[in-house]
């Protein structure tokens, strides 16, 4: 169409309406906030508004030899069948593609309307509104929607951390055991983070051990537990031994034969691991006071799944809680086993085996015995057909207690050689403690002179503020026996008394410190249930009464803690072996 037919199409519209109608209508058009083309039934544009010329960066004049079809950027045939269908139903929606002048397209979305002009030609009005910027912001939105999600998942990804580090700091609370706690740890890491964990420790001789070997499947646990026999050797090229000589964290794949073979140590090992499907690998040592004890090794059978720099840093958390773990309990296994050597040192290996006298003893310490504890037990020969015993408890514990007992138990025995009192003993420690000067080590002593016969055993004794010991008789009567002085170790001058105290066959005494009695804080009733027990042992031997008296106190005891520990021991006076010798 030439733009003199444009031009009368136009002008014909105007004459419909008016000569007036002209400044009112390009006033209203050249205002219009959407970009806005008027076409005819044969598609050419006939007007346009300034913001259509400034969406399409057209000229006015060169859009006014352009029809709609022109500018629609689609598939061969699509604008025409449109165009007529819309032609037919003189009303058009939809989002469009439009080339403009430059070359460059934008979308649009077209609402296109037949206008019936009176007597005139009717024209179509095109009103085309620029989609570029809301789909930028339906762009930025969703970009927005996006790192909020990314960003909510980063989060939930740190608070599962968060909770996986809090959950393997309460495991490794719990308990000193370690080795039980580490594959109770690499449990809590394959429900998390892995696949298959495995713990490598270094021992003293240098070699690598392996303590724990967990597959969060339970069908290849069985599988798993074959790597027990192939511990990586120190000093070659293994993850692991990587990890304990550079202090590092390492990352491995297994991806190629070569990996797999680099890392296994014979070919029983080599299948174990492809069956494992082991794709990757992270170990990181663990490290506590400047000491690689051994590695954590998190292992991945996904293909998809690659460690990274998060993983490696919350590994080594992980392995730095617990390192700590595993060095405080090897420390609290050397002090455990220096208590009990300490301890053993300072009871006797064994009782003495006198004529006519049955003897037993107990020493139940409080917690897991990682501490010395202050009370003893002693019987031993003092010549001329005498025997001593004593039950002492110094006050506290620890090395200054152990010190304190040591003392006292070469102090007695020393001086029952020459001093045959109790009591008399008793002041020569109280001296011996005041000369060495141990501060605030005081500590209560029941001390026994035995002079045992055939038919008779006559005790003296002395308790220097410690418990009266108990005596059955054999027609069932407890009672408490002698008279409670002062404790020793405070005062330069003791009040001590001896006691005469005579046993016929069958009849026993139990010396016991005060933490038989203790129990629950209920004083009165310990001692109920120490009498009690004692009675219930009623023409029972020896090793049968300390038996029966131990078991009452740690059934007493149940749950609760033990406040102190517990030293017992029993004399009986043996009654005769109704056998008939062989000489009879």
């Given at each position: 169409?030439q733009?003199?037919e ?6 014909e519209?105007l004459a419909?309406?008016g000569a007036?109608?002209?400044a ?5 058009f ?14 050419f544009?006939?007007d ?6 400034e ?7 060169e ?5 709609m079809?022109d500018?629609?950027?689609a598939?061969p045939g699509?604008a ?5 269908r ?5 009303r ?6 439009l ?7 934008v979308q649009?979305d077209?609402s ?5 002009m009176?007597s005139?030609p009717?024209i ?7 989609l570029?910027d809301?789909?930028?912001l339906i ?5 927005l929607?996006?790192a909020?999600a990314d ?14 580090v809090?959950?393997v700091?309460e495991?490794?609370?719990v308990?000193l055991?370690f080795?039980?706690?580490?594959v ?6 394959v429900r ?5 964990c ?17 597959h969060a499947?339970s069908?290849k ?7 027990f ?6 000093g ?14 390492q990352?491995?794949?297994y991806?190629s034969?070569?990996?797999?073979r ?10 174990i691991?492809r069956?494992?499907g ?12 400047g000491r ?14 690659r460690?990274?720099?998060s993983?490696?840093r919350?590994a080594?958390?992980?392995a ?7 060095d ?19 009871l ?8 006519h006298v049955?003897?037993?003893a ?11 504890g202050?009370?003893f ?8 057909g ?32 020459f001093?045959?009192?109790p ?15 141990v ?7 029941c ?6 016969s055939?038919?008779?055993?006559r005790i003296?004794?002395c308790?220097?503020?410690h418990?009266?010991?108990?005596l059955?008789?054999?027609?069932g ?8 002085g002062?404790?020793?170790?405070v005062?330069?001058e ?7 105290v ?7 005494l139990?010396?016991?410190?005060d933490?038989?009695?203790e ?18 042992s009623?023409?029972?031997?020896a ?8 078991e ?9 803690p033990q ?6 021991l ?15």
């Amino acid at each position: 169409m030439q733009e003199g037919e444009v031009l009368a199409d136009r002008s014909e519209v105007l004459a419909n309406n008016g000569a007036s109608a002209e400044a009112r209508y390009r006033a209203l058009f050249d205002s219009a906030g959407d970009a806005i083309l008027i076409v005819n039934r044969q598609g050419f544009c006939i007007d346009a508004n300034p913001r259509a010329i400034e969406l399409l960066k057209y000229e006015r004049q060169e859009l006014l030899s352009m029809t709609m079809i022109d500018l629609v950027v689609a598939e061969p045939g699509w604008a025409d069948r449109e165009f007529r269908r819309f032609l037919d139903q003189e009303r058009w929606t939809g989002e469009i593609e439009l080339q403009c002048k430059d070359g460059s397209l934008v979308q649009v979305d077209v609402s296109a309307t037949r206008v019936d002009m009176g007597s005139g030609p009717a024209i179509y009005l095109s009103a085309i509104r620029d989609l570029s910027d809301r789909k930028r912001l339906i762009e930025e939105g969703a970009e927005l929607v996006r790192a909020e999600a990314d960003a909510q998942a980063q989060a939930e990804d740190a608070r599962q951390r968060v909770r996986f580090v809090s959950d393997v700091s309460e495991l490794l609370a719990v308990s000193l055991d370690f080795p039980a706690t580490l594959v109770r740890l690499g449990e809590l890491v394959v429900r998390e983070i892995a696949d298959l964990c495995l713990i490598d420790l270094v021992l003293e001789s240098g070699t690598i051990e392996r303590v724990a070997a967990v597959h969060a499947s339970s069908s290849k646990q069985a599988l798993a537990e074959q790597l027990f026999g192939y511990a990586p050797r120190a000093g070659n090229s293994h993850p692991v031994a990587r990890a304990l000589a550079t202090g590092e964290a390492q990352l491995f794949s297994y991806r190629s034969a070569g990996a797999l073979r680099a890392i296994t140590q014979d070919e029983e090992h080599l299948r174990i691991v492809r069956e494992l499907g082991i794709q990757s690998s992270l170990s990181v040592p663990l490290i506590a006071r400047g000491r690689t004890l051994g590695a954590l090794s998190l292992f991945s059978t996904n293909p998809d799944i690659r460690y990274g720099e998060s993983d490696v840093r919350l590994a080594e958390e992980v392995a730095r809680r617990a390192a700590v773990r595993i060095d405080n309990a090897r420390l609290y296994e050397e002090r455990d086993h220096t208590a009990k050597v300490l301890q053993r040192s300072l009871l006797p290996p064994s009782l003495p085996s006198i004529p006519h006298v049955e003897l037993a003893a107990r020493y139940l310490p409080v917690g897991e015995g990682n501490e010395v504890g202050g009370d003893f037990y002693d019987v031993f020969d003092c010549g001329g057909g005498n025997w001593a015993a004593a039950v002492g408890d110094v006050c506290g514990k620890g090395p200054e207690a152990a010190a304190v007992m040591g003392l006292a138990r070469h102090t007695l025995r020393a001086v029952a050689r020459f001093e045959h009192k109790p009591s008399a003993l008793l002041r020569e420690l109280n001296r011996a403690l005041l000369e060495q000067s141990v501060e605030e080590r005081f500590c209560t002593v029941c001390h026994l002179r035995l002079r045992p016969s055939r038919d008779h055993l006559r005790i003296t004794l002395c308790s220097a503020g410690h418990p009266l010991p108990l005596l059955l008789r054999r027609d069932g009567r407890v009672s408490s026996v002698g008279e409670t002085g002062q404790l020793i170790g405070v005062f330069p001058e003791v009040s001590l008394v001896d006691s005469v105290v005579d046993m016929d066959p069958g009849d026993t005494l139990l010396i016991y410190t005060d933490g038989a009695t203790e129990q629950r804080r209920e004083a009165v009733a310990g001692e109920e249930r120490l009498r009690d027990a004692f009675a219930a042992s009623l023409g029972k031997d020896a090793e049968e009464t300390a038996a029966g008296v131990e078991e009452a106190l740690r059934s007493a005891r149940g749950s609760s803690p033990q406040r102190d520990d517990v030293a017992l021991l029993v004399i009986r006076a043996a009654e005769p072996d109704p056998r008939p010798s062989e000489s009879g």
